[in-house]
């Protein structure tokens, strides 16, 4: 994937994701409720709020291509403010696959059940740290792991891996330090990867990791 050009709003993010009418209505319904939130509840940073297109919603979105053909659920651990579980959500905005929501703040929760509430997505909201959540609506394989700006890879891969089967497709977006992160992670884990480009960040890589396996203790 190459970088897309600034996603400035509604207009450039539809051109750029092919994006229907009606995902652009619930995008902005989106928008709308984090301005208003946001006010009391820190869901984002402040200063990528006017920036919320390409810093959130099209950072978001470019997930969906590397999901694997079939994908019958998704979880995103630390869902934070919805990136990038929800808007994945939005973009499929069919019951299939299920994705699954999983945050600790009960705040946070409280604002992902509004947006989907009235956006009409289907979602599983858990509000449960990532190292403790535990679900049964994700049973169905292939299935996606998905998080962003969560923890280093390393213990990442800890907090993904019980909800990690074979079969599962994790899609972890890391930074500059991505390749030193991974290095650090294979002294512990087993895994195929693949690093992919960011397309909203020059300096942005999403690690696409199958086949985890934990290492054995010598």
């Not at 604002?111 to 909201?125: K, M, N, S, T, W």
Request: include cysteine; charge should be positive; hydrophobic fraction near 45%.
């Amino acid at each position: 994937m190459k970088l897309v050009r600034e996603i400035r709003g509604p207009e450039d993010f539809a051109a750029a994701f092919d994006a229907s009418r009606e995902t652009i209505e619930r995008l902005v319904l989106y928008e709308k409720l984090l301005r208003q939130w946001q006010k009391a509840v820190n869901l984002v940073a402040p200063g990528t709020l006017d920036a919320v297109w390409h810093r959130h919603f099209a950072d978001s979105a470019q997930l969906l291509p590397l999901a694997p053909p079939g994908t019958r659920s998704w979880i995103d651990l630390g869902s934070g403010a919805g990136f990038p579980g929800l808007v994945v959500a939005i973009l499929l905005a069919s019951p299939s696959p299920r994705v699954t929501l999983i945050e600790s703040d009960t705040r946070k929760c409280a604002f992902l059940r509004e947006v989907a509430r009235q956006a009409g997505i289907a979602v599983d909201i858990l509000p449960a740290r990532a190292e403790s959540a535990r679900t049964p609506v994700n049973e169905g394989l292939p299935r996606v792991v998905s998080a962003r700006a969560l923890a280093p890879l390393a213990r990442l891969l800890g907090l993904a891996a019980p909800s990690s089967p074979p079969g599962t497709a994790l899609l972890l977006m890391k930074g500059k330090e991505a390749r030193k992160e991974l290095q650090m992670a294979e002294t512990m884990w087993k895994f195929d990867v693949e690093l992919v480009s960011s397309v909203t960040d020059r300096h942005g890589r999403i690690a696409v990791i199958t086949n985890l396996e934990r290492k054995a203790k010598d």
